[in-house]
C-alpha cells in the first residue's frame, strides 16, 4: 500500500495565522470566529500535497466545551467542522479523506487529569458518533496518553467505525520506547489493535519517533498500518517548550524518511509543522 500523506498542525497553524487560540476553546475557537482562515488552512495543506484533511475537533468533545459555556453545542461544531474541511477538499482534490480528530478529554500532555474509563467510553461514543454522522471517512484517535482512556476510546471507535479508525499514541519523547506518557507500556494495549486501520504515534518530538515506529512495527501486524506525525519541539521536564532542528522543514522531511525507513506508512505533521512541512515531506518521500 502506497504512503498516505496527512496534513500538518491545525490548532498551532491558526494561533501563527493570527487566530485565538487561548484555552480552554483551543482551536475550537476558529470554527465561531475564524471559519475561513480554518478553510485556507486546509486548502493550503491540500495543496501541499497532503492526501487527507484533519477535522479541527480536537476541542469540540462536549466537556471541553461546557469550560467556556457552550457544551450544548458540541455536536452542532463537530459538524461545522467536518462541513469546513470537506469544502477545502471539493474546492482543491475530491479524493483528500478526512479523518475525524478525537482527542483525548482533558490536557493532552496531562494523563493525571484524564476521566475515569465510564465517563471516557460514554464522551468518545458521542464525539465519534458525531463525526461518522457529519461524514468522516475516518476515525483518527490521537495524543492518546494513556491505558484508560485510549482502551475506551479504541473500543468505541471499533463499535461504531469497524474498520475505518486509527490511534495514535503520545509516548514519552526521552527513554526506551513504548512508553505512553502516564509511563504505562504501549505493549499492554498493543495485542487488541489488530483490527485497526492503522496505530502509530504524534505528539512527539521529531527525533523521537523512529524508534517509536520500529517498536509498533515490530509489535503489530503487517497488515495494521503505522502512523507517524511529530512535533518541531518538545515540552522540557520544566514545562518549557524546546524547538528542535525539524521546525526547518527540510530537517522534518529527513525525520520523516526515516520513518519510513522503519515501516510507517501514513505520514504527517503535529504541533508547529505548516503547509512548507508537508511539501517538503511530499518531496522526500514521494507520497
Ligand atoms: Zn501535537
Known sequence: MSTLL???ATGTELGRRGADITLPLWSARALLEAPDLLKAIHVDYLDAGAGAITTNTFRTHRRSLAKAGLGDRAAQLTTRAVEIANESRQQRNPDALIVGSVAPLEDCYRPDLAPDEAACRR???????????????FVGLETMNNLTEAGAATEAARRLAAGKWMV????RSEGPPGVLLSGEPLADILPSLGD???VGVNCVAA???ECQVTFLRDALPPHVRIIAYANIGYADSAGNWVTTDAVDPAAYARYASRWVA??????GGCCGTTPDTIRAVK?????
Open 123 to 137: 464522551e468518545h461514543t458521542e464525539m465519534i458518533r458525531a463525526l461518522l454522522e457529519a461524514g468522516v471517512e
Open 207 to 209: 527525533p523521537a519517533v
Open 262 to 267: 522503519a515501516g510507517a506508512d501514513i505520514i
Open 6 to 8: 496527512l496534513d500538518g
Open 196 to 198: 485497526a486501520h492503522a
Open 168 to 171: 495514535s499514541f503520545c509516548t
Open 283 to 287: 518531496k522526500a518521500i514521494g507520497a
